[in-house]
Structures are given as C-alpha cells and as structure tokens.
C-alpha cells in the first residue's frame, strides 16, 4: 500500500533490517545526539516529517525561514537541523560525503549522511521564524542553544526505539495509523493537537470538532473520528507528567465519553517551539503525514506570551494556495461553561458571555493540587481518579512534572542494545 | 438584486400591484378554495416553490409520480395540484384557457389560468409519492381527498395576505429572508424544520447541526447560522399550537440560548404530507428556495407510522446527480439525556447508550400537561414560561390544539378587504 504525504510525496520510511544495518555501521564515526535530536530521527525515519528525508541543508533552512517553503518548493514552516560544534567536526574530521553513526545514550541509533555542512546566523533564523529575536520566547531559546554548525543529509534509522510502556500502545507509525485508520472506516480524521490533561472543556472542544469536521456524512455507520495526538517532547517543571496525558484522553473513551468508534489516542514526538502560527502549520503538515484530514486549532495555538494575535493561527490557513496543504484547518472557539445553560457549552452559540465561566489553567491546576473530586461537569471523575492514580505511579506523588520527574521517570522510548 | 432558487431558476414572484390587480380581476368567475390550497398559493406567489409558477399540468405530475421530476426535468417529489370537482366545473363552465378568480374566505386572493383541466389516479399517486394505498397514511388520506379533477397553470396573487400577529414578525419571502441573511453576513445557513416546541435535545440538535454546517469557516466573525423553519398548516388536535412553536423557538435566542448573530426564526405556510424521504427532498428544495445551504436531517424525517425506514430520508439524498439540489442535507443522530455524562450529548459520540435518556414525546408532554417546571436540561425555564404563557393567551388554556383552538384560534393570515 502506498501512502501519500505531505507535497504530495510518498510516506518516507528510512528503517535498516538488522543484519543490514549492522553491516551499514561498521567503521563509521560516532557522533553522540541529545534527546531532541533522538525524537527527530524517529520523526524523520518514519516519515512524520514527509518529505524530510533527512536534517535539512542551507537551501532549506533559507527557504523555509524566508518563504516558508524547502528547496523544492514544498510548503514547511520550521526548520529541522542537525547542530554539531566546529570543534566536535574538527576533533572527529568530519567532512562533506561523511556517513556519521548518530548514538543516543550509548547506543548506535541511525546513520547521518554528510551533504553539506553550514552555519546560518541563528538571530536572522529567528526573526524569521518567529518574529521575535527575544531570547525570552522559548523557540528563540531554542535556536540560540543550537551550536554553531549545521549538518544537512540523509537520516537511516538503524536500531528502532522501543517505546516503554504506558506510550507504548498510544505509539503509531504514519503507515501504522493509517492502517488503523482505514480499519475503522473512517474518511475523516481530526487532530486534536495535547499537552493537557483533558477537562470537559478539551472534550467538548474535540466533539464539537468532530460535528464540524462530520460535516454532511452519513450517520448510519461512524465514518468519522478524532485523533487525541499528544506531543511528547522535552518536558519543563510544572508541565502534566506526559503519562496522565496521554492515559487521561485514552480513559475519555475508555469510559464512555467518548463512544468506542469515534475515538483514537496516540503520540508524536516533538519539541514545541511555540512558533504560533508556523507550529500551527507545522501540527498541520505533520497531522496530514498521519492521515488526517482534518486538523482543530483553537484560540492561540502553540503561542507563548504575547507574541502572536491570538486568530494568527486561525489566519494563516488563509494565504495558502490550494493543495498546498492536505489537510483541512478547523477553526474553533472556546468551550466555556455556562450557569445560565447549566452546561459546558460553545462560545460561538451561547449568548450569556457575561455569566460564562472559562475553564482557567490556574483553576484546573488548583484542582488537582487539592486532590478533592471537583464536579463532573469540570473533570470527567474517571479522568480525575486517574490523575491521582498516574501522580502515584508515574509521577513521583506528583501529577505536575518535577525535578525528580525529569532525572528519573522512566524514559519514552529506549533503544536496544547494538554492537557497534 | 437576482436570487437563484431550485432549479437554477431565478426566484419566482407572481404578485400584482393593487391598481393592477383590481383591473385584472374585473369579470373572472370566482372559485372558492380552502385552506391548503391558499397556503400554497401564498408560496407558490412569492417563490418558496420555485420554479413553480402555479398548479401542476398533467406533465408535471406525472413525472413527479414516475421520476420525481417535473417535466422540465427539475427535481421534484410531491405533486402540488388544484383540485375541482367535476359538478362545479361544469356549473360555473371552467373550460381551459380561462381565468379563474380564487376566493379564499370570501375574499379574492387569486387569479389561475386554466392551462389544463385533468384527471389523475389518485390510488397510482398515492402509491407512487408514498409508496403506499392505506388510507391511514395521512398523505394518502389527502390525495384521496382531493376532488375528481385537477386544474393546471399559473397563479397570480392579486391580494396580498396579511400574516396576523404574533406570525406577522416570523413571515418572511423567500427574497427577504435572502436579503436577511446577506446583512447577517451568513455564508452558510442550516434549516431546522420544526413543528415542535424546542426542547433541549432539539436545541442541541440545532447546535450540532450549525457545528456540523459551520465546518472550517472562520471564526472570527460569525458566518454561519441556523434558520428555525416552523411548518403551519392544518392542525390536528392533540399538536402544539403554533403559536407556541414559533415564540418558543424565538425565546431560546431572546433568552440567550443562541447567540443574536446566529440564530433565526421564521414560518413557512404547509401542509404535511408525511411522506418520509420525498416530504425530506421537498423541504430541502423548499429551504434552498429561501437561500439556505444546508438542511438537518433526523431520524425518521417527516415520516409516520411505520411506512419509511428512520435513514431513508438519510438516504434518499445520495441518489441525486451533481448540482440536482442546490442545498447540502446535514444528516443527524438524536442528542439524548445521558446521567453518567450529567448532560444532553450526541449520540454519535456518546457511549454511555445503556444510560442514556431519549427524550420521549411522551415525557414531554405529560410535562406541559402536568406545568410543573422541569429541570432546566430538558426544558429552558424561559421556554416552559412561554408555553404556559401561549396556553393562556392564544390556546384557550391548552399548550396543544384543542377542538376550540381548531374553531375559534386567530388565523395565521387574512386576505384584506377586496372588491370584485
């Protein structure tokens, strides 16, 4: 079965078989990557980042910051580098037509071909990426923790991850969600892009989502889902411990809320750059690369700060030229809950905006830092029950994560043993 | 300002001017008609059956009953005929190529050209439009009550009827409900055919149906709206009165349930005919003649007994060619009562089926029998409120039609005084 991603190209999959691979790794140089980098190979070898086949090169990073385009013309908002000191290319002699063995935490993980290595001022990358050169905006941060050489080439995965539990039965290639998607039946799909766990107001978001992305289908058979796609990525003090995300939205479901067809929980891996209304058409490109076909983007999507209008997500869909995105943008408002309604309902409909109540993170966070049972109408209980039960397991008593979390949870994904 | 209606016709409008009219009336042998048949010379006159200029000829029904077109090949599912009986052309010496002047109520209302004059088996209609013979089918009861022969051809609307209050501020043509829209700035408008009052699931069936409708429009301004289209025609005892209908549904905007900018109520004049699938295509071509683009669709849609599966009204619209209806069908499942979701949710997305609450017309009227306030989930309080008002003022102390309704209730509409 052939799958077509984004600008039109066939689903990358860049995976050695074993015996292959050991054969490919021998005598390279071993070039030792941090997690970011790590997340991104499994991205680009299975094709999330279609029609990346690699770390971009120059002729990429300065399309995509200058036009929003690679260099073959293809739609693409961020740039996905390879950053490697001068002094880690010169200690290792690293060279243009290289083959460098990428190692995560002591283990051979895929080959980087050596295409082209090139620095690109990294304040010009963000002013252009992000509008800001303020290092204060944690995508600018980002790009000025890159070191200061960039390597563009060709990405083999040569040693698969092995997702650890609970992730992994929320873990899905492109080709492997598709399948399951055409399993169900389903002919449209709509992300519904997580880093939270979900209140009633994150449920009534994907189904009101749902309804408009159903459209004018028929309703004798489910021909509609919603894709629950939690990013998973570096994690920061006080974000939700990644695994009461991601087995929160499953236990939507699972309990009920959301009906057995019409409902799907899974993960990519991805460092949020915060990039507004670029990551908006990034979520958009990578979502397309998994099949859906439709994508819900709310109030300030992926901002940070001030730094976008809160509909510059909402408007950029607008400037594209038709095809050059597979995937359609479902703009949405926000679910509030309403006393006069008695009910979480859609600020787009309900007309008693002065009594309406804003389901606020610092509410939300409240409750579950009291630990007692808010109303069913906020927290779903089976959700909240299973908060506590993930900040015992998984959290260290904690459902926010802490600095114990992150020295030492369980990681995502491992990589196997390999000689090399 | 042209409007294209059904058909890709321009709007009809059939109405004379006072002076004219006066001088065209002059000399017409007047035929008195009842009820039905002025209502649907009022739509008829003003475009809600456009292409329809007047009364099927022989052709036209024909094609209706056989290929659900009319002779010009336009889509078509319910004859709309005049019916006379033979004593009465013969007594008054109708002959085709006549003018007739209708009288409604003693008064003119009407001029018909006798194109044709024709007899029809009424037996091969009735089955033929609802697939049927049994005179229990209340469309069959209908068609075997027209009178032995039809008379086709044009009408013209000579005196202008005077929609009584409180209709008057719900009655709107074809080519003012378009003007509406355009200053409400609604791209896509979804009809909710009702002959009910709003209950909760009905509110949410309308705010599913404008989600579904809405679709990946903007959201920054309000493009999108739901138009309430309440059907008067004949009452039977036991219905809701109309006046309760429409300014129960009116309140649920007044009382904030729906937003001002998206929310609409009007009436259109008709009689039901219970036809299931076909009365659905004709309420569709009815609605696209009043500038809606989409049309919701239930379970079991203008249906009765057991004549019609539930999804055939779903059905019936994926048999038409490309551009055949001007009007997309939005098909829907029923919202419900669900406990464990403490809400009124969709059923296509709840999966709490075994809990769950259907709101049963049985229910809900021994609630309005026994007027004691329900919960505010199943009725709004300013909407229970209102029934009782409407009972007092306009229902002589009953919600539903009572047999002194039926004799003594003010008329939807009057035809002013007219000489001839």
Redesign the interface.
């Known amino acids: 079965m052939t799958y077509i991603g984004h600008g039109g190209k066939e689903i990358v999959e860049r995976v050695l078989e074993p015996e292959k691979a050991a054969e490919a790794i021998k005598g390279l140089t071993p070039v030792p990557i941090r997690g970011q980098i790590a997340r991104e190979i499994i991205d680009i070898s299975y094709g999330f980042f279609t029609p990346l086949e690699g770390f971009m090169t120059r002729a990429d990073v300065e399309g995509v910051c200058n036009e929003m385009k690679l260099a073959n013309g293809v739609l693409w908002p961020i740039p996905i580098v390879f950053d490697i000191s001068t002094e880690e290319i010169n200690e290792k002699g690293i060279k243009e037509g290289d083959k460098l063995l990428l190692t995560y935490q002591d283990k051979p993980m895929a080959i980087l071909e050596v295409e082209e290595i090139f620095t690109y001022d990294k304040q010009e990358m963000a002013q252009k990426v992000y509008g800001t050169t303020e290092e204060k905006h944690p995508g600018v941060a980002r790009t000025y923790n890159y070191k200061d050489k960039f390597i563009g080439g060709k990405i083999t995965l040569v040693n698969p991850p092995k997702i650890n539990p609970p992730f992994d039965e929320f873990f899905f290639t492109p080709k492997q969600l598709r399948q399951k998607f055409a399993e169900k039946g389903w002919q449209r799909i709509v992300a519904h892009q997580t880093r939270n766990v979900p209140h009633t107001g994150h449920e009534w978001l994907m ?2 989502a ?11 058979k ?1 021909l509609t889902g919603v894709l629950v796609n939690a990013i998973i990525g570096e994690k920061r003090k006080g974000d939700y411990i990644d695994e009461a995300i991601v087995l929160c939205h499953d236990v939507l ?1 699972k ?6 067809d ?1 409902h799907l929980t899974s993960i990519t891996l991805w460092d949020m750059r915060y990039a507004g209304p670029k990551e908006a058409v990034f979520h958009a490109i990578l979502r397309s690369n998994l099949g859906l076909t ?1 994508h819900m983007f709310g109030r300030d999507h992926a901002g940070v700060g001030t730094y976008y209008d809160p ?1 510059d997500a ?2 950029i869909f ?1 400037q594209f030229p038709e095809g050059a995105l597979n995937i ?6 926000a679910w509030w809950y309403c006393p ?7 600020s ?5 905006k002065e009594h309406s109540q804003n389901f606020s993170g610092t509410l939300i966070r409240s409750i579950i830092q009291d630990g007692v049972k808010p109303p ?2 906020i927290f779903r209980p089976e959700v909240f029950d299973l908060i506590m039960e993930c900040a015992e397991k998984y959290g260290f008593g904690s459902a926010f994560v802490t600095d114990k979390y992150l020295q030492e949870r369980n990681p995502v994904f491992s990589l196997p043993d390999m000689k090399y």
């Open positions: 189904k009101g749902w309804l408009s992305t159903h459209g004018e289908l028929p309703v004798e489910t479901r309990a009920g809320y959301f009906r057995e019409v439709h509909y909402h408007r607008d359609k943008p479902v703009r949405v408002l006069i309604c008695g009910e979480v309902t859609y787009g409909l309900c007309g008693h069913r109408l």
